[in-house]
C-alpha cells in the first residue's frame, strides 16, 4: 500500500488543522493506521492509532482532548483533527499502516510509511 499524506501547514498557537492521509489499494479497510511526528533532533514519536473498523483509538498522552484520528475505509483515507495547536507540536508528521488490524502506538510494527507533511505551530 502506498500512502499519501497532505493538510499541513504553517499556524498560530490555538489555531486547527486537519491532516489526511490518503491510501492506494483496497486493503487499506484492513489494516490498522497510525499518525507519527518528528521535530528536529528527536526520535520519531507516535500520536494516534485507529484499529480497522475506526472503533478503536489510541492517543498519545501529550495529543489526548486535542487530537482526533479517524478514517474512511469507503474512500481510503485517514484523518489528524488537531485543536489547540501548541507550538511543541510542530513536526513533519507521518501516517503509517500494519498489516494487522488492530490499533497500536507501537511504531515499530508499521510496515507502510508515507512521505510526511510539515506542520509548523508559531507562538
Known amino acids: 500500500v502506498q500512502l499519501q499524506a497532505s493538510g499541513g501547514g504553517l499556524v498560530q498557537a490555538g489555531d486547527s488543522l486537519r491532516l489526511s492521509c490518503a491510501a492506494s489499494g483496497r486493503t487499506f479497510s484492513r489494516y490498522g493506521m497510525g499518525w507519527f511526528r518528528q521535530a528536529p533532533g528527536k526520535e520519531r514519536e507516535s500520536v494516534a492509532a485507529?484499529?480497522?473498523?475506526?472503533?478503536?483509538?489510541y492517543y498519545a498522552d501529550s495529543v489526548k482532548g486535542r487530537f482526533t484520528i479517524s478514517r474512511d475505509n469507503a474512500s481510503f483515507t485517514m484523518y489528524l483533527q488537531m485543536n489547540s495547536l501548541k507550538p511543541e507540536d510542530t513536526a513533519v508528521y507521518y501516517c503509517?499502516?500494519?498489516?494487522?488490524?488492530?490499533?497500536?502506538?507501537?511504531?515499530?510494527?508499521?510496515?507502510?510509511w508515507g512521505q510526511g507533511t510539515q506542520v509548523t505551530v508559531s507562538s
Open positions: 485507529v484499529d480497522w473498523t475506526g472503533s478503536t483509538r
Open positions: 503509517a499502516a500494519r498489516v494487522a488490524g488492530t490499533a497500536t502506538l507501537h511504531r515499530e510494527t508499521y510496515r507502510y
